[in-house]
């Protein structure tokens, strides 16, 4: 599966914002989807994920009750929608996907498809 991340921008604190990653191929809907970011100079962070269904999400603890993946199988897209963004939320955001079915794997490592990344950047 190829991936392309969009949708990201420059935006105020407390502002709203939604990445969207688009898919080719056929299985799409045979991949656990998620969301990464990288701020500079630091490691790349799970940010969230979503099954194949759509039905079961993950989040880290820093973007939980602010930020909702979610999945559109038939047009092959991801969104992350970002609320109340704040300036550590400052980063470059990958989608990526993974085979198996659990979104509780939040390591890089588990994913084995990875967009090229969009730059969001909140300013205070």
């Known amino acids: 599966v190829q991936l392309q991340a969009s949708g990201g921008g420059a935006v105020q604190a407390g502002g709203p914002l939604r990445l969207s990653c688009t898919a080719s191929?056929?299985?799409?809907?045979?991949?656990?989807m998620g969301w990464f970011r990288q701020a500079p100079g630091k490691e790349r962070e799970f940010v969230a994920a979503v099954t194949m269904s759509g039905g079961s999400t993950n989040y880290a603890r820093s973007v939980k009750g602010r930020f909702a993946i979610s999945r559109d199988n038939a047009k092959k897209m991801v969104y992350l929608q970002m609320n109340n963004l704040q300036p550590e939320d400052t980063a470059v955001y990958y989608c990526?996907?993974?085979?198996?079915?659990?979104?509780?794997?939040?390591?890089?490592?588990?994913?084995?498809?990875w967009g090229q990344g969009t730059q969001v950047t909140v300013s205070s």
């Open positions: 990526a996907a993974k085979t198996g079915t659990t979104v509780s794997s939040t390591s890089v490592y588990w994913y084995g498809y």
């Open positions: 191929g056929r299985t799409f809907s045979s991949y656990t």
